[in-house]
T-cell receptor, first 111, second 115 residues
Framework: GDSVTQMEGPVTLSEEAFLTINCTYT??????LFWYVQYPGEGLQLLLK?????DKGSNKGFEATYRKETTSFHLEKGSVQVSDSAVYFC??????????FGKGTLLTVNP | GAGVSQSPSNKVTEKGKDVELRCDPI?????LYWYRQSLGQGLEFLIY????????KSGLPSDRFSAERTGGSVSTLTIQRTQQEDSAVYLC?????????????FGPGTRLTVT
């Protein structure tokens, strides 16, 4: 079945550091790919998405590019802030558009 | 507009009791999903409703779990004879069926604790 593998972390960075969270998927075809974020005490929010190969999703300074050749959708940000501290989930859309999630990566950004 | 709402926000129940969790999707969204978020398993798909079609129940972990969606809107997830391993956060999401990616909007979740 479909599965998503992401860097489990936790990841601890200093403010303004560069962030990469790796994500790979195993679905066949061209699933839609997503990054969701869960801030402390809050619900799951869509951060960005990409629906076809070579698409780049971007939001709030975060970017991820849909790479069909490596089945990857790595999340990057050039300069993280303390307010980016959260759990990040990579996900792919499958049959009936249900989402298969990675296990989540806890990011802590220190001032 | 209003987002996805879920109730209760927290539920503590004794092992063996039945519980009902409620989800109000975004108005006009025809697709509704239930997921479970637990420490050991991450986020797992449970069940999917789309309009009047038969639901996709492929993620339900046992026959103690069931869900219904009345009038194409509100959904109730029922867990019978709860077990401690059912303790988790139960998330509901809804989406419209327009567009390519069917973006899902999540509710705040119901935290279920089985003692």
């Amino acid at each position: 079945g479909d599965s998503v593998t992401q860097m489990e972390g936790p990841v601890t960075l200093s403010e303004e550091a560069f962030l990469t969270i790796n994500c790979t998927y195993t679905a066949t075809g061209y699933p839609s790919l997503f990054w969701y974020v869960q801030y402390p005490g809050e619900g799951l929010q869509l951060l960005l998405k990409a629906t076809k190969a070579d698409d780049k999703g971007s939001n709030k300074g975060f970017e991820a590019t849909y790479r069909k050749e490596t089945t990857s959708f790595h999340l990057e940000k050039g300069s993280v802030q303390v307010s980016d501290s959260a759990v990040y989930f990579c996900a792919q859309g499958g049959s009936n558009y249900k989402l298969t999630f990675g296990k989540g990566t806890l990011l802590t950004v220190n001032p | 507009g209003a987002g996805v709402s879920q109730s209760p926000s927290n539920k503590v129940t004794e092992k063996g009791k039945d519980v009902e969790l409620r989800c109000d999707p975004i108005s006009g969204h025809t697709a509704l999903y239930w997921y479970r978020q637990s420490l050991g398993q991450g986020l797992e798909f449970l069940i999917y409703f789309q309009g009047n079609s038969a639901p996709d129940k492929s993620g339900l972990p046992s026959d103690r779990f069931s869900a219904e969606r009345t009038g194409g809107s509100v959904s109730t997830l029922t867990i019978q004879r709860t077990q401690q391993e059912d303790s988790a956060v139960y998330l509901c999401a809804s989406s419209s069926t327009s567009g390519v990616s069917y973006e899902q909007y999540f509710g705040p979740g119901t935290r279920l604790t089985v003692t």
